[in-house]
Structures are given as C-alpha cells and as structure tokens.
T-cell receptor
Framework: GENVEQHPSTLSVQEGDSAVIKCTYS??????FPWYKQELGKRPQLIID?????GEKKDQRIAVTLNKTAKHFSLHITETQPEDSAVYFC???????????FGAGTRLTVKP | GAVVSQHPSWVICKSGTSVKIECRSL??????MFWYRQFPKQSLMLMAT?????????EQGVEKDKFLINHASLTLSTLTVTSAHPEDSSFYIC??????????????FGQGTRLTVV
C-alpha cells in the first residue's frame, strides 16, 4: 500500500520567514495530494491540494509543488505569521483504491 | 466546506464495555468514510475505509472484530470499539468524501472523539 513520509517533524521559523515541508510517497498511482492544517484541539482542515496533472499550485502565501517522477511534493509558506503555527499533514490518495494516507505531521512554530 | 459531525466528542468507559462513535455528513452524501486513530503529538493512522453499503476495508494490524465499522447510509458511519481496554484509549477521528464528485476529492474531518477506557 501507499507509504507517505514527511519531513521535518518539527520546524521553527521567525515571523516573516518562509517554511518548507516535504513529503514523499511510494505508490506511483497516487493522484491527489492534499495538505491539512491541524490547530491544537481542532480537526484537520484542508489548506491546499494538488492533483497529479499539475506541477504547482499557489494560493496567496501558500504553494504546493509536485514532482511525479521523484514522487515527492512540498508545501511552501511564505511570510509566515504566528497564526500559521500548527501541525501540518500531507496526504496521498489513489482514486482507484479510494484511500487517503497521511504523513507523520510537521509541527510548525512561528516565533513573533 | 462541507460539514462532518462526530459524536460524542469525548467518552469515558469501563474496561470490557463497548463504545459507539458516530460520524455524520450533514450537507453532502459521503460515499466513503475514513476512520483514523491519532495518538498525542502523532499522525493520523488510517484504521479502515468504509464505502456505503459494503464492508469496511481494514488496514493491516487493525482488528475488525474489535473495531466494528458500519456505513449503512450515505450520511452515517459508526465505529464501535468492542470490549474496550485501556490501550484503546485514544483520539478517534473520521473523515468523509463524496467520490462521485470527480472534481472534489477533498476529505472533510469530524471533530474527533477522545476515548478514555478506565
């Protein structure tokens, strides 16, 4: 089955700096890659997603890149703010198998 | 986004008893629901995937007789932890998606259930 690895497990940045979180996946059939943000005590919320037919997607300060050949995708947050502090999860989904597997999560701390 | 409601949000039960957790999609039809277990400061571990009207597909290492999953309708899935033991104490969270909507493969999460077995 699919195996998703995520790095780093913790990330601390200064407010205004950029943050990058990287994930790799094992199943070349995976075709949907969402990123979720989970604040303390709350449910995960989708922040951005990318499908396998595109290489990059951007939404204001958040961008995701996908390299299908290398089977890795990354989340980029620019101009970080303290409210970006949370745990971020990447996931990979295979439409045919209809499952969704998550990486181990990255705890991002943005210092004011 | 769509709303997924999970109930109860927390429950304390005695060892040996069973606990049922409900996951409802309130404003869309969930053809697929996922059940995850999350330990403190850890990731979401997929336990099983359930499709409406069919048996759930369990992940390796997850006991299907212990974690009973029912997805009888397009808006409701239940997880029953049978004969609960203290090691079953955890945060259980569901998510739902409608795979018939080709352009929308996002999964929406419930608020989770904190289970404590004493």
């Amino acid at each position: 089955g699919e195996n998703v690895e995520q790095h780093p497990s913790t990330l601390s940045v200064q407010e205004g700096d950029s943050a990058v979180i990287k994930c790799t996946y094992s199943d070349s059939a995976s075709n949907y890659f969402p990123w979720y943000k989970q604040e303390l005590g709350k449910r995960p919320q989708l922040i951005i997603d990318i499908r396998s037919n595109v290489g990059e997607k951007k939404d204001q300060r958040i961008a995701v890149t996908l390299n299908k050949t290398a089977k890795h995708f990354s989340l980029h947050i620019t101009e970080t703010q303290p409210e970006d502090s949370a745990v971020y999860f990447c996931a990979a989904s295979n439409w045919g198998n209809n499952d969704m597997r998550f990486g181990a999560g990255t705890r991002l701390t943005v210092k004011p | 986004g769509a709303v997924v409601s999970q109930h109860p949000s927390w429950v304390i039960c005695k060892s040996g008893t069973s606990v049922k957790i409900e996951c409802r999609s309130l404003d869309f039809q969930a053809t697929t629901m996922f059940w995850y277990r999350q330990f403190p400061k850890q990731s979401l571990m997929l336990m099983a995937t359930s499709n409406e009207g069919s048996k759930a597909t369990y992940e390796q290492g997850v006991e299907k007789d212990k974690f009973l999953i029912n997805h009888a309708s397009l808006t409701l899935s239940t997880l029953t932890v049978t004969s609960a033991h203290p090691e079953d104490s955890s945060f259980y969270i569901c998510s739902a998606r409608d795979i018939r909507r080709a352009k929308n493969t996002e999964a929406f999460f419930g608020q989770g259930t904190r289970l404590t077995v004493v």
